[in-house]
């Protein structure tokens, strides 16, 4: 009796998720044919992800113009930090990923661990066409075996952002060329910038850059080899010149150069207009975000931000991105298409005027819309931003960067630097920066 | 007209579970299978991009208890869960006798405490994070005005831990105040009176008769607060969003969620979160059970002398 009343219920609970199973199942469409080009006939639709300000949604309604048939749903993610956890989920799940997915350069060490998860943009002509950007973008997007995954977007070439009105309060030199001969001009090195900033910091009484987490990103991403080796095993312990550089930026931070602010923070944008600090090493696309924090903050041109055709310790580049195709898509060849379409010189010049992201495109780079006037200039004090960034870009050199390379720079030495900042010496906050390496097991 | 017979009575027997399986079949799906899952992915060496690798046992678990970080992040977990259940139950338990009372306006005064319930946690978050900031926030503006020492909210340990207690109690007091409050109007009226009569004082009548009649709703409430104060993840997530490393530079409030999250999705080791995440789900488990048997002692000793108590009043009569 007993038994039988188990077997029923089990039919019961069987019968109840059969159904609930068949409600639940896909009724997935094969498409109608991935092979023919899109066309009125042949509709195809394409998904994009992209994260952060890339100025592309004009770009969007210009293809779907130009191509009829293509309509494409585009999503874009907040911050970086979020469209990353959200391939990394998708991927691991093998299902989800867009037609079009934007990569950071930061998790471009991750997305190299699997590569042939994207289409080889060579089968689509990319090797044809790879003298228009950057040589070293190009080279950041192709993997070991030669295959080329994404088409470059911005770049992150990076000038010294400066307060003219606080460096002329403590009696420097506030003009920007002068600023930049101030620095050391084509040969600046972080000594120079360090001992001005000594120099600064005795007549002002106040800090020279708003934290030490930005400077250690520029001087580890200009070395030829960061935290690991062109072969790729880890080169932290046994890096002299990452070891020499640490000690100088500690050394700074030590007398008073910081002003240890919070990363993205700056109390709001208070610290962008109150005097805080005068200088912040600067990538392009940092440009937008300080006039977005000065004005944040109530401020405006006035505040006397400018922008200097200058780096110490050389070229040095911060961030960018690419254009993927997945290897899951339907329509490689549409979505190849449509990534090479929002990379030419003319989308790229586009992208600059809408979100101020620097083009790798060397027609781009190169076009009025770049190197004229924009908001931008005008909030810098007129300063020639496309001209300089261009100018910066020149002679970088691309990198090796590990599949752990974010997790150091941002758990291993994100909280090193901050440490120096609040006091802590350079030697102690180096050991604890190597024991938090040895916590997190990296390889 | 014995067919029909059986038919109804094959449905009174299992309608009820045709009716109740919707439910018992999403669990299946979405609570059970997730959790078989996780164990599953806990007992392999499972990287989020690369997927399933070796079978290596119970080796993340090993791996995990021998890992200064987890237990960091336990007590993290416990310290800002303690700071919050403790004074959150205490002060809905008081608001709610308050609110008990015979007050004007009460709907008024029922409903407003309800209101940062409804607020969305991001938002507390954003709120909270902003007047404790420490070089910018209200909270050492003010102690700064008053010629106090600041505090180094998000850099100390244990004022940050103060700093997101307030934020979760800001937030769940009320919703726990009004839940008591709803099993104080259940006890008759006719109790609190014939106490009165025989001269028990509020504070007696609270003790001896309202905190007993409730206290099934009090081990729901905090069985729901246990579960949720261990499982904290919004407020310290928040609390300084610029923070690369979730939880604060130097991990000062990473809570045990938080660090698995960090696991899983920052550095990519999914069998690692897996084992930490089913190590969380038994610690609950048995906080759960050891609160559900400390909240049964107290009240049914006190069960014990509510029933003496009338024996001797019936003695005397």
Redesign the interface.
């Known amino acids: 009796m007993k038994s039988s009343r188990t077997t029923?219920?089990a039919k019961?609970?069987a019968l109840?998720?059969s159904i609930?199973l068949l409600a639940a199942g896909c009724s997935s469409g094969a498409s109608k044919d991935a092979a023919q080009p899109a066309s009125a006939d042949n509709p195809v639709t394409l998904t994009v992800t992209t994260f952060g300000t890339q100025g592309l949604d004009p770009l969007y309604k210009q293809y779907e113009k130009d191509n009829p048939g293509v309509t494409i749903e585009a999503t874009n993610i907040d911050t970086g930090g979020n469209a990353l956890?959200d391939w990394?989920?998708k991927?691991?799940a093998g299902a989800g990923l867009p037609d079009v997915q934007a990569v950071e350069e930061g998790w471009l060490g991750?997305v190299m661990?699997?590569s042939d998860s994207f289409t080889d943009l060579n089968e689509y002509g990319a090797s044809d066409i790879s003298g228009d950007w950057v040589d070293w973008k190009v080279k950041q997007a192709t993997d070991a075996d030669g295959r080329i995954i994404g088409y470059g977007t911005d770049i992150g070439p990076m000038g010294l952002c400066y307060n003219s009105k606080l460096f002329k309060a403590a009696g420097l030199p506030s003009d920007r060329d002068k600023v930049a001969e101030l620095f050391g001009g084509e040969d600046a090195t972080w000594d120079d910038f360090f001992s001005v900033g000594e120099d600064y910091v005795k007549k002002a009484d106040k800090a020279f850059y708003d934290q030490s987490g930005f400077v250690w990103n520029a001087m580890v991403n200009q070395l030829d080899e960061g935290y690991y080796t062109a072969d790729g095993s880890l080169n932290i312990d046994s890096n002299a010149e990452l070891r020499q550089r640490w000690d100088q930026l500690s050394d700074a931070a030590s007398k008073g150069l910081s002003s240890g602010?919070?990363?993205?923070?700056w109390?709001?944008g208070?610290?962008f207009v109150d005097g805080s600090f005068a200088v912040m090493p600067c990538p392009g696309w940092m440009l937008g975000n300080v006039k977005g924090q000065v004005e944040g903050a109530g401020g405006n041109v006035s505040d006397g931000w400018d922008f200097a055709d200058v780096f110490p310790g050389g070229p040095a580049n911060w961030g960018g991105a690419f254009l993927t195709v997945p290897s899951t898509s339907k329509h490689p060849a549409e979505a190849a298409k449509l990534a090479q379409y929002l990379t030419n010189a003319a989308s790229q010049a586009t992208s600059f005027e809408e979100a101020g992201a620097f083009p790798s495109n060397l027609e781009a780079q190169k076009s009025k819309a770049v190197t004229g006037e924009n908001d931008l200039t005008k909030f810098f004090n007129g300063a020639p931003i496309g001209e300089i960034l261009g100018h910066r870009a020149e002679g970088v050199k691309a990198q090796y960067k590990g599949a752990?390379d974010s997790?150091i720079?941002?758990?291993v030495f994100?909280?090193a630097t901050?440490?120096i900042d609040?006091g802590t010496d350079g030697e102690a906050a180096w050991n604890s920066a190597l024991s938090t390496l040895q916590?997190?097991e990296i390889k | 007209m014995r067919r029909r017979h059986l038919r109804g009575r094959l449905d009174f027997k299992?309608s009820p579970?045709?009716y109740i399986?919707?439910f018992?079949?999403?669990f299946?799906?979405v609570g059970l299978f997730p959790l078989i899952y996780t164990f599953v992915v806990s007992i392999n060496d499972w990287e989020?991009?690369?997927?399933a690798g070796d079978w290596v046992g119970l080796d993340n678990y090993k791996a995990e208890l021998a890992?200064?970080?987890f237990w960091n992040s336990l007590l993290n977990t416990f310290s800002i869960f303690l700071l919050s259940a403790i004074p959150q139950l205490v002060v809905a338990t008081f608001i709610a006798a308050m609110l008990d009372q015979n007050i004007r306006a009460k709907t008024f005064w029922r409903m407003s405490v309800l209101v940062p319930y409804v607020v969305t946690p991001v938002a507390v978050t954003l709120i909270f994070s902003?007047a404790f900031?420490?070089?910018?926030g209200l909270i050492n503006n003010l102690l700064g005005a008053l010629n106090l020492d600041t505090i180094a909210w998000?850099?100390d340990v244990f004022p940050s831990h103060m700093a997101i207690a307030t934020m979760v109690n800001w937030r769940w007091t009320g919703y726990n105040a009004l839940i008591l409050l709803a099993a104080m109007q259940a006890v008759p009226r006719e109790l609190h009176e014939s106490a009165a009569i025989d001269g028990a004082g509020a504070i007696r009548r609270f003790f001896s008769i309202t905190l007993p009649s409730i206290r099934p709703t009090m081990i729901f409430v905090i069985i729901t607060a246990t579960i949720g104060g261990l499982q904290i993840f919004t407020e310290p997530k928040l609390f300084?969003p610029?923070?690369?490393?979730p939880g604060g530079?130097?991990r000062q409030y990473q809570t045990t969620v938080l660090y698995l999250w960090d696991l899983a999705?920052?550095?990519?080791d999914?069998g690692r979160a897996s084992a930490v995440a089913w190590m969380l789900f038994l610690i609950i488990i048995v906080i759960g059970v050891i609160n559900f048997l400390i909240s049964g002692t107290i009240a049914s000793s006190s069960d014990k002398q509510k029933s003496r108590r009338f024996a001797t009043r019936k003695g005397k009569k």
Request: charged share 20%; glycine share 6%.
């Open positions: 029923r219920l019961v609970v109840t998720s609930a956890t990394k989920t991927q691991a991750q661990t699997v602010q919070t990363q993205w923070d109390g709001k208070q610290a752990d997790v720079q941002e758990q994100g909280p901050i440490a609040k916590e997190l | 299992f579970y045709l399986s919707p018992f079949v999403l299946a799906l989020l991009l690369g997927g890992s200064p970080l902003t900031d420490e070089k910018y998000k850099t300084n610029s923070s690369s490393v530079p130097d999705f920052n550095r990519g999914f």
